[in-house]
């Protein structure tokens, strides 16, 4: 029998998407780096994305990379969280590359590439802002490139990046990437020579790009979500690119109950199961199906998105999320299958919870 819930990968839909994204981004000469994290890194999808035409495939975890280096994937491996002192040794040992926005860290990746007797590279952050990860000035930044082009022997200085709409939901806009390139052209007339990498971003950078604001010095994206989970960016980010299958992961939960109740609870109201006063809405006798699927598979569960778009999430608690079923034309039955479409937060959780099965459809 199939065990449920079970997030499906298609396999297919995410390569097709993988070739949208990359020959839009070429026709505008920027590479991409395939970014697995957002799916817990399953070895399959990292697979479509780099002969989709991914140059890296990059993850924030090194156990992720680490997997696939253990399989001797041939695409070069980005880690994109700057790295934890802990983690050096693997960090140079399973990936090819890494964000770095501290000199400490940059000397100790150095130290390590040496006893490992390697080259490693790195791409050097710069904050326009958003106030995550990154040098916050374009002095420090070209210090820092300065003494990682001229005092580090084992460490090769591949680029300069950075990351927005992230902390600061600040968006990227011709005026910051602007200040990015003009920062890596000042590195590279003092270098005397090109950049590899100047990294404007991620998913969140392909709506300027869509628009012709990306400025022509930045040469790379590093992008997951805008491959992997496609209704983000119609959603919030009022983008739509043509071709791109919103089905790559679909998320099937099973009925558990099915029942009419009323839509205000019953009596004193305090707090839910997570110690927030909710708000109901009174819409009278509802028919309802409960599904075994929660917030501890999925974070959230305003963050699905049910196909049958006569279906109504009304809430999860941690096991338990509660459909509003009255509206469909399907005759919901106890036992039956609800079928999801799921945002970030959704993918991110369910792909990484040892309680959602994973299927791959080839
Ligand atoms: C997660 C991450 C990305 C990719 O983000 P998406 O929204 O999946 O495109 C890019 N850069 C950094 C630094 C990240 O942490």
């Known amino acids: 029998m199939e065990k449920y819930p079970v997030l499906e990968v298609d396999l297919k839909k995410l390569r097709k998407n993988t070739k949208i994204v990359t020959n839009i981004c070429a026709e505008n000469g920027i590479s991409v780096a395939g970014i697995i994290k957002g799916f817990g890194g399953i070895i399959e999808g990292a697979y479509e994305m780099a002969e989709g035409g991914c140059a890296q495939i990059g993850s924030s975890r090194i156990e992720q990379l680490k997997a696939l280096k253990d399989k001797n994937i041939k695409t070069p ?164 690119i043509e071709g791109l299958d919103a089905d790559t992961f679909v998320l099937k939960a099973q009925i558990i109950e099915i029942n009419e109740k009323p839509t205000h609870p019953i009596g004193e109201l305090m707090v839910n199961a997570f110690g927030e006063h909710a708000h109901y809405d009174d819409r009278g006798i509802r028919k309802r199906a409960i599904v075994a699927l929660g917030n501890q598979d999925l974070g959230d569960s305003s963050k699905l998105v049910p196909k049958d778009k006569l279906i109504k999430v009304l809430g999860a608690s941690s096991d338990h999320t509660i459909l509003d079923i009255h509206d469909s034309k399907e005759h919901y039955k106890l036992g039956d299958i609800v079928e999801f479409n799921v945002l970030y937060q959704a993918m991110l959780f369910t792909s990484l919870s040892d309680f959602v099965s994973k299927k791959i459809i080839n």
């Open 77 to 240: 491996l980005l880690l994109v969280r700057i790295p934890m002192a802990c983690e050096i040794e693997e960090v140079v040992r399973y990936s090819d590359i890494c964000l770095v926005s501290e000199k400490e860290t940059l000397v100790m990746l150095d130290e390590e590439a040496r006893r490992q007797n390697k080259k490693y590279k790195a791409v050097l952050m710069y904050d326009l802002g958003d106030l995550r990860e990154g040098v916050f000035t374009r002095e420090e930044l070209v210090n820092l490139a300065m003494f990682t082009e001229y005092e580090l022997q084992n460490i090769e200085l591949e680029g300069v990046g950075s990351n927005l709409s992230c902390y600061g939901s600040v968006a990227p806009t011709i005026k910051n990437l602007t200040e990015l390139s003009e920062a890596a052209a000042q590195i590279e007339k003092q270098l005397g020579r090109k950049l590899n990498i100047v990294s404007g971003g991620g998913t969140t950078t392909l709506p300027l790009l869509m628009r012709g604001g990306v400025p022509e010095k930045i040469n790379h994206l590093r992008i997951g979500e805008g491959i992997a989970n496609t209704q983000d960016l119609p959603l919030y980010w009022d983008t739509y």
